[in-house]
């Protein structure tokens, strides 16, 4: 599948993921920088409608997309290898964060040399987990009923002095999840949750447990369980009856698709057998 194929087939899924997992994945999608680092493009990978000037109209697919009912275009600038390392970059973009695609068929079996046996594995364990990973932070992301708005998070703002809660750097800022939303942390999307982070600290912080991240800073981790108990958030990740729920959700993922897997290949079994037992 070639790389303008595999973006706007993506497109949706990605936007889906910045309205229910990571709002600051939006904003971030906008950043040039994080756009050249994150998929080796030179335009960001939204933008705004009224922010794309006339000359750079045509660098951006004409569709228009609403996300947190803000109205974006795609760039259309995408190049296939050996011209630009995009294809793969996306590919790896999409893994880490459990977003799945429906690709045709032939797109979806791996090129690489082996077995159609081995493809197939390959193809449905990553499936799987993408599915498994995706569960879970739809679940962490909808517990609870908290609604905030950016009336809140400004105040979250003005609480780490609008800058990063994790070096102190000003500028541009980000969301970012103190506690992760992934199945070891169990994370949740609420505003006790969450703090401003500059773009690099987001970056290395990623899956890592703020505490083990800022081991040398106690000031700024008593800082941000300050903030998480001024605001009542208190991780599930220490209570041992939810740990056992989401590891039963994820589990459940793959007993459900083994399920229906014996029971489409039984059918198949028995329509073979038919059709040897016609004259």
């Given at each position: 599948?070639?790389?303008?194929?595999?973006?706007?087939?993506?497109?949706?899924?990605?936007?889906?993921?910045?309205?229910?997992?990571?709002?600051?994945?939006?904003?971030?999608?906008?950043?040039?920088?994080?756009?050249?680092?994150?998929?080796?493009?030179?335009?960001?990978?939204?933008?705004?409608?009224?922010?794309?000037?006339?000359?750079?109209?045509?660098?951006?697919?004409?569709?228009?997309?609403?996300?947190?009912?803000?109205?974006?275009?795609?760039?259309?600038?995408?190049?296939?290898?050996?011209?630009?390392?995009?294809?793969?970059?996306?590919?790896?973009?999409?893994?880490?964060?459990?977003?799945?695609?429906?690709?045709?068929?032939?797109?979806?079996?791996?090129?690489?040399?082996?077995?159609?046996?081995?493809?197939?594995?390959?193809?449905?364990?990553?499936?799987?987990?993408?599915?498994?990973?995706?569960?879970?932070?739809?679940?962490?992301?909808?517990?609870?009923?908290?609604?905030?708005?950016a009336a809140q998070w400004q105040?979250?703002?003005?609480?780490?002095?609008?800058?990063?809660?994790?070096?102190?750097?000003?500028?541009?800022?980000?969301?970012?999840?103190?506690?992760?939303?992934?199945?070891?942390?169990?994370?949740?999307?609420?505003?006790?949750?969450?703090a401003p982070a500059c773009r690099?600290?987001?970056?290395?912080?990623?899956?890592?447990?703020?505490?083990?991240?800022?081991?040398?800073?106690?000031?700024?981790?008593?800082?941000?369980?300050?903030?998480?108990?001024?605001?009542?958030?208190?991780?599930?990740?220490?209570?041992?009856?939810?740990?056992?729920?989401?590891?039963?959700?994820?589990?459940?993922?793959?007993?459900?698709?083994?399920?229906?897997?014996?029971?489409?290949?039984?059918l198949l079994r028995e329509g073979?057998?038919?059709?040897?037992?016609?004259?």
């Open positions: 599948m070639k790389i303008g194929q595999l973006v706007r087939r993506s497109i949706p899924a990605i936007f889906h993921y910045c309205e229910t997992q990571d709002p600051a994945e939006f904003v971030r999608l906008q950043d040039p920088q994080f756009s050249k680092e994150t998929f080796d493009i030179n335009y960001p990978f939204c933008r705004r409608i009224g922010a794309i000037g006339q000359a750079d109209h045509v660098r951006y697919w004409t569709q228009v997309h609403v996300v947190h009912g803000v109205a974006v275009r795609v760039t259309s600038q995408w190049f296939n290898p050996p011209t630009s390392r995009s294809l793969p970059l996306v590919r790896s973009y999409l893994d880490r964060r459990g977003i799945t695609i429906e690709l045709p068929e032939a797109a979806a079996i791996p090129s690489s040399p082996g077995s159609a046996a081995d493809a197939r594995g390959r193809y449905r364990g990553n499936a799987i987990s993408n599915a498994q990973n995706q569960l879970v932070r739809n679940i962490l992301s909808r517990l609870g009923e908290e609604r905030f708005g105040e979250v703002l003005e609480t780490f002095g609008r800058s990063c809660a994790y070096c102190g750097a000003g500028g541009e800022l980000v969301m970012d999840h103190i506690v992760p939303i992934n199945r070891q942390a169990l994370g949740e999307h609420r505003l006790g949750n969450l690099a600290c987001n970056t290395r912080k990623s899956e890592r447990d703020f505490r083990v991240f800022l081991e040398n800073d106690p000031e700024r981790i008593a800082a941000l369980e300050a903030h998480m108990a001024k605001h009542g958030y208190r991780p599930i990740g220490a209570t041992e009856a939810f740990r056992q729920i989401i590891d039963s959700a994820h589990r459940d993922v793959r007993d459900l698709a083994d399920r229906y897997v014996g029971i489409l290949n039984t073979a057998e038919d059709r040897q037992d016609d004259p």
